[in-house]
């Protein structure tokens, strides 16, 4: 049976495994193995000319394509619809990433020679990811290299999401200077990811703040009016922080709409991106230019362990709103204490072949590139729930989330399955579907999702509700044979 994943489907372990198998084979071709592979690598490329490089990229994709076509394999026959879950690391993105796991493996802080082209390479992994967020509104200005320069300042990169996250959350309560007699309050949604909700949770816990947890409706949509009766007038709400498409529903939220009001309010403005990018429009004009953006790396082909938050210039000082620099931000870091690396802003060794990673697979989605893939995937979402419904009828399937689809992300179909205990569902397709219940940050509760239970889905089709999330690399012959395996199972617990 052919491969129903793309043969780069990395994991760290993975990946490893490789380069270290590549290194080995690249020294036994070269008959070399008492000499340390890095000499070898740098006296063999001719300074720049990246012979070597291109030499161990190609044996270590020749490797990862032998181990995911090894029979021992599990997923070499699964076919994988959780793209929400993580997406493979794609084949362009490894290959910009080789140079700085081989030969260019100097710190980027270091200011002799191997310094140098990590430090270039960060800088300019910070140019595409400004490029992504600038869209198109900038792109026949005269002035747009300046632009891009500042924008690219204000990218700071982070090692996960959740890290993003709680540094946009730090930074907010750390430049606002509350009311006295008062915590400072926080307006959220009651369906953020754990990254946020847990974050507040805990200040929440210490008495240090006040959050007004904004309910969404049945389609998991939150109304940008209630932000705006949320935020209190006697000035202690320093931040709204709400999640641009859920994760779990694919629901997308009117970011655009909710970054104006607290523009007007004087409001800090966060929205964790990371579910979105790749799929809609994530474009400065498009989210309406909040303060805060989080994205993820290994949400749309870059590895895991990479992320960014995007700081807009200026927002943490606000003269009219009281707002001042957080103390030792731009110096020793806002949650990481240590160097002074990110520009002071963020503590700890820039991770180069991950960060450059990211800045590729950014800039794959570029130019509007991102409109093909949302096509192709939309397409294939709607033919997944057309199949489900023909073959199990149509009131034993219920669609979670919005009827709209500009208000719901192409990829993602999050249904119901009447009288059906997903998680049986989900142990028995396992080896031949890859799916979730919902999040996979959720997945280890066991239940039902606080999300649908927010929306207050049917216990019926709640219980057997899961996740289906199609990416770049989906064919038709995959959703047609996943819904034919789901549904078989289906028809065993009935």
């Not at 994991?11 to 890095?38: H, P, T």
């Not at 399955?417 to 996979?440: F, N």
């Not at 889905?457 to 999330?469: E, M, N, W, Y």
Request: proline share 4%; glycine share 8%.
């Amino acid at each position: 049976m052919e491969p129903k994943v793309s043969s780069l489907v990395f994991d760290l372990a993975q990946l490893s495994l490789s380069v270290v198998g590549a290194f080995y084979i690249f020294n036994q071709i070269n008959g070399r193995k008492e000499k340390s592979w890095v000499k070898e690598v740098l006296q063999d490329s001719n300074d720049d000319d990246g012979k070597a490089d291109n030499l161990i990229t190609s044996l270590i994709l020749q490797e990862n394509e032998a181990i995911s076509e090894s029979i021992d394999d599990p997923s070499h026959c699964c076919i994988y619809l959780d793209y929400n879950g993580t997406t493979p690391v794609y084949r362009e993105v490894l290959i910009a990433m080789i140079p700085y796991l081989t030969s260019h493996f100097g710190n980027p802080s270091s200011s002799h020679a191997f310094g140098m082209r990590p430090k270039t390479a960060v800088r300019q992994a910070r140019i595409e990811l400004a490029e992504f967020f600038l869209g198109e509104s900038c792109r026949n200005s005269s002035n747009r290299e300046h632009i891009i320069s500042q924008v690219a300042d204000s990218i700071i990169f982070t090692g996960c999401g959740t890290e993003s996250d709680n540094l946009a959350i730090t930074l907010a309560l750390g430049s606002s200077p509350g009311v006295k007699g008062k915590k400072k309050h926080i307006v959220t949604s009651n369906v953020e990811h754990p990254a946020v909700e847990e974050c507040l949770k805990n200040l929440e816990a210490k008495g240090e703040i006040e959050v007004t947890r904004l309910p969404v409706d049945e389609k998991c949509l939150v109304c940008a009016s209630d932000v705006s009766s949320a935020i209190r007038s006697d000035g202690s709400t320093c931040l709204v922080t709400i999640i641009l498409a859920n994760n779990e529903i694919g629901s997308v939220f009117p970011c655009k709409e909710i970054a104006q009001i607290c523009r007007e309010s004087n409001v800090l403005f966060h929205t964790d991106a990371a579910q979105a990018v790749g799929k809609i429009a994530t474009d400065f004009d498009a989210l309406g230019h909040p303060d805060m953006i989080t994205i993820v790396g290994h949400k749309f082909g870059a590895p895991k362990g990479v992320a960014a938050l995007y700081v807009r210039d200026g927002c943490l000082v606000n003269e009219s709103a009281g707002r001042t620099e957080p103390f030792l931000y731009n110096s020793s870091g806002g949650l990481l204490f240590g160097g002074g690396q990110e520009s002071g802003r963020r503590a700890g060794t820039e991770n180069v072949p991950y960060i450059v990673g990211m800045g590729k697979a950014a800039s794959l989605l570029s130019g509007g590139k991102w409109q093909s893939i949302a096509s192709h995937t939309e397409l294939l979402r709607d033919k997944l729930l057309s199949n489900l419904i023909e073959r199990l009828g149509a009131d034993n399937v219920h669609v979670n989330g919005p009827n709209d689809a500009k208000k719901q992300l192409p990829n993602t179909l999050s249904v119901g399955l009447r009288s059906v205990r997903s998680g049986d569902l989900l142990q028995r397709v396992q080896q031949y579907v890859a799916a979730s219940a919902g999040s996979a940050c959720h997945s280890a509760g066991g239940g039902v999702s606080p999300v649908l239970l927010a929306m207050k889905v049917p216990k019926d089709f709640a219980s057997g509700t899961i996740r289906l999330s199609v990416g770049r690399d989906t064919t038709l012959d995959d959703v047609n044979e996943a819904a034919a395996i789901i549904s078989r199972e289906v028809k065993k617990q009935w």
